[in-house]
DNA sequence: AACGATTAAATCGCGTACGATATAAATAGC
DNA sequence: GCTATTTATATCGTACGCGATTTAATCGTT
């Protein structure tokens, strides 16, 4: 069990990798959240943009990106479509007409709430860890996607 | 710092869901791949094909989607573009030709073993982890891809 | 004031993921 | 032996994620 496995025939290459059990982790999640987030009419993806949203008002599409890692190329659309389901308000910023601030609808705010009531539960459930278990792999891996932005950074 | 946090206004309500923190790695994981791997001409995912194509030679497209956590929506496109970049080869079972058995060209077997060779050192060395901790974190997070499948199944 | 450089969003094209469906081959029941 | 069902793969439409480019507004320098 090596990060660099020996060239031979081996059943699961992939086991050794930890870039795969995050990926695997991942898709897993998606799956776990998608019958949850099915009944509000989001994807994961503009779950966490509405989590995100609702720790701060007026927030610009540069810091959303930067609390989510992404940039308004992916954003923008992702954005819109909140904003076309009544969730989310884009309005250019009068000081500088070049940035857009965001915010929660009333009904995008509400949304957030019942889905942050119920909806964590269930995936710490379906994780199978206890809350210290959880924090401690958590924090390892923010330290860890943190290591991996400085390297690629670069 | 709990799983379900107080809906008050924080400033990185993010930080405290586990799901965050995979989907953000994930991501980061992504963009450090992506230098390494633009030089063999070949993204993450299908990388991830290669090495799991590079244990077993005559793999079905369900038994590598079992391993990958795919199914043939996703990976037909992308085992088609592996074998229009003459690494894969795709051949109907001659016993069941419903069942198509994939297969390493001589090019994708040494494009993978020169990848192997030095992409997951560059890798390692960008996670800022040891080999006991990355083998540690790695155990972590394939147990909880293994448990959220459990719960999505249902 | 004017103009080149910088900045924030948006747009575009491509490659995943994935639900839903289609196609075709094998199997099961009768 | 024939049809119904099941199974393996493929196709299609939608939503990310991202490199590259575009557009529009602001800033810096003169």
Known sequence: MTQTPAFTPMDEPLDAFLCFS???????????????LDPYGITYP???ALVAL????????????ERLHLESN???PLIKR????GLVTRTRDKQDER???????????S??????GCVP???????????????????????LGKALRTTAAR
Chains 1, 2 share one sequence.
């Open 22 to 36: 995050v990926y695997a982790a991942g898709l897993a999640f998606n799956r776990v959240y998608k019958p949850l």
């Open 46 to 48: 503009q779950y966490l």
């Open 54 to 65: 609702s720790g701060k008002q007026g927030q610009t599409v540069s810091e959303l990106g």
């Open 74 to 76: 992916t954003l923008t």
């Open 82 to 85: 909140l904003e076309a389901a």
């Open 99 to 109: 940035v857009v601030r965001l915010g929660l609808t009333q009904a995008g705010s």
């Open 111 to 116: 949304l957030a709430k019942t889905a942050l």
């Open 121 to 143: 539960a269930e995936v710490l459930k379906a994780t199978g860890l206890n809350r210290a278990a959880l924090a401690a792999l958590n924090a390892e891996l923010a330290a």
